[in-house]
Nanobody, 121 residues
Framework: QVQLVESGGGLVQAGGSLRLSCAASRRTFTMGWFRQTPGKEREFVAAVVESDTNPDYADSVKGRFTISRDNAKNTVYLQMNSLKLEDTAVYYC?????????????????WGQGTQVTVSS
């Protein structure tokens, strides 16, 4: 089992920035972020494998969000810049042990409790 603890959500004005953090109780191969709004399915935001190379991003956040990980701390970060109203959601940290990459939510083994990000006009 892996416990994931997220932090860093909050309220920010459009165009602003936030940084999310997720600390895991042990290392996993892939760590990522998903988000969800009421009535919608959880959607992929970004993910990165253990080597911290070739991070993957949803088209909607490319160029604005940056994912990174610190393996020494078993922590993954999501730097969110130029935030838009449509970025408002509950953001979930996720991790999986399987040694192949995927951005499908159903393939992730472990989930954090979620942290609210609200972007205001």
């Amino acid at each position: 089992q892996v416990q994931l603890v997220e932090s860093g959500g909050g309220l920010v004005q459009a165009g602003g920035s936030l940084r999310l953090s997720c600390a895991a109780s042990r290392r996993t191969f892939t760590m990522g972020w998903f988000r969800q709004t009421p009535g919608k399915e959880r959607e992929f935001v970004a993910a990165v494998v253990e080597s911290d190379t070739n991070p993957d991003y949803a088209d909607s956040v490319k160029g604005r969000f940056t994912i990174s990980r610190d393996n020494a701390k078993n922590t993954v970060y999501l730097q969110m810049n130029s935030l838009k109203l449509e970025d408002t959601a509950v953001y979930y940290c996720a991790a999986r042990d399987g040694m192949w990459y995927t951005n499908s939510a159903r393939e992730y083994d472990y989930w954090g409790q979620g942290t609210q990000v609200t972007v205001s006009s």
